[in-house]
Structure formats: structure tokens, C-alpha cells
């Protein structure tokens, strides 16, 4: 979708440093990619429903990606 490499790099550096830092004030997908952290390593662990909900979390935020994915590569093929 950009026309530099450098461009591309920068907001995905962006958009990865504010998912890291906005995690203790809202949910974001960082927070669940330490599932192993959670379930062994703290004290409390998780429990079967809550590794579910995780996992149907990922899968949204997949889906919801793959959809905006689609449409911008649709635009993009048809402007051309």
C-alpha cells in the first residue's frame, strides 16, 4: 500500500511500541501473546475457559485484518 519500504517499516514500529505501552490502559492483542507466560509462569495461571476466550480473540483480530486486507488490496488493484 506505500511506496517506501522505510515508510512501511516506521508505522509498523509505531503501531507496535503504542500496543506495548497502551496495554495498562486497554486490551490489545500484545497482551495475549504471552499465553505460556500466563498459564505457567504466574502465580495465578489460567484456567480452559479463559485460554479459550484468547484464542477466539486472536482468531477476531485475524479475521477483522484479513477483511480490512481484502478491501485495501481490492482499491489498490482497481485504481491502478
Not at 48 to 55: A, C, F, G, K, S
Not at 61 to 70: D, E, H, K, Y
Amino acid at each position: 500500500v506505500f511506496f517506501s519500504v522505510n515508510i512501511s517499516l516506521i508505522l509498523c514500529v509505531i503501531g507496535i511500541l503504542s500496543c506495548y505501552f497502551l496495554n495498562r490502559f486497554f486490551w490489545s492483542p500484545v497482551l495475549d501473546t504471552r499465553i505460556f507466560g500466563m498459564s505457567y509462569v504466574d502465580l495465578d495461571g489460567l484456567n480452559t475457559i479463559e485460554i479459550v476466550l484468547i484464542y477466539i480473540r486472536q482468531i477476531a483480530v485475524i479475521s477483522i485484518l484479513l477483511i480490512i486486507q481484502s478491501i485495501v488490496i481490492q482499491r489498490k488493484d482497481y485504481y491502478e
